[in-house]
Each structure stands twice: as structure tokens, then as C-alpha cells.
């Protein structure tokens, strides 16, 4: 098992940045693929980024491509969220989330664990 914690967030006006981070426990965190989600108040939650297992394939949701990005330190057991140029539609709670998977996906879906979530909004 992994146990998840983030942090990192807050307020911040659009166009802003923030970066999030996880901390994982165990010692098999380099066996599992890494996601972020978010869910806005009265929306389902949805994917928003994910990376595998050595950190060398990532994938991102439509929306926020090209203004987040995802990262590892496998020696540190974290993941990372830099978020750039953010918008008022990027306000939700934010959830880091692990699955052990093959070495190169980074799937957007069937996750098994989950942090408590941490929570971002942005000003307009």
C-alpha cells in the first residue's frame, strides 16, 4: 500500500502560479504510475495529469495542457504539480493519486489510492 499526502495549495490571481506536491509513503513508489485530479464544487472529479513510473512519459487533460506541468523525484518519493498562467476554471481540490502499473503508462483512470486532496483557487 501507498499512503498519499498533498500540498501546496491556495489562493492565487489569475495568471498566477502555484505547484503542488505529493508525498508518498513506502518503498515501492517507483512501481507506481502517479496522477493528479481535481474536483470543482458540484462537478465530477476529473483527470488532469499523469506520469510513469521512471518520469520520462507524461500525459495531460486538454485543458490544462501546456500550462501544467507533472513531475517526479523518485529518490524523494514525490510527484509535482507546476501549474502556470492559471484561470478561475482551474478552482477545484486537488487529489494526487497512485496505481501500480507496467513501466511506461500513465493511465487516466483506475487509480487505488488517493491523497486527502488539497485545494486550489483562483482569483479572477
Known amino acids: 500500500q501507498v499512503q498519499l499526502v498533498e500540498s501546496g495549495g491556495g489562493l492565487v490571481q489569475a495568471g498566477g502560479s502555484l505547484r503542488l506536491s505529493c508525498a508518498a509513503s513506502?518503498?515501492?513508489?517507483?512501481?507506481?504510475?502517479m496522477g493528479w485530479f481535481r474536483q470543482a464544487p458540484g462537478k465530477e472529479r476529473e483527470f488532469v495529469a499523469a506520469i510513469n513510473r521512471s518520469g520520462r512519459n507524461t500525459a495531460y487533460a486538454d485543458s490544462v495542457k501546456g500550462r501544467f506541468t507533472i513531475s517526479r523525484d523518485n529518490a524523494k518519493n514525490t510527484v509535482d504539480l507546476q501549474m502556470n498562467t492559471l484561470k478561475p476554471e482551474d478552482t477545484a481540490d486537488y487529489y494526487c493519486?497512485?496505481?501500480?502499473?507496467?513501466?511506461?503508462?500513465?493511465?487516466?483512470?483506475?487509480?487505488?489510492?488517493w491523497g486527502q486532496g488539497t485545494q486550489v483557487t483562483v482569483s479572477s
Open positions: 513506502g518503498r515501492t513508489f517507483s512501481t507506481y504510475g
Open positions: 493519486a497512485a496505481v501500480q502499473t507496467t513501466l511506461w503508462e500513465t493511465p487516466r483512470r483506475g487509480y487505488d489510492y
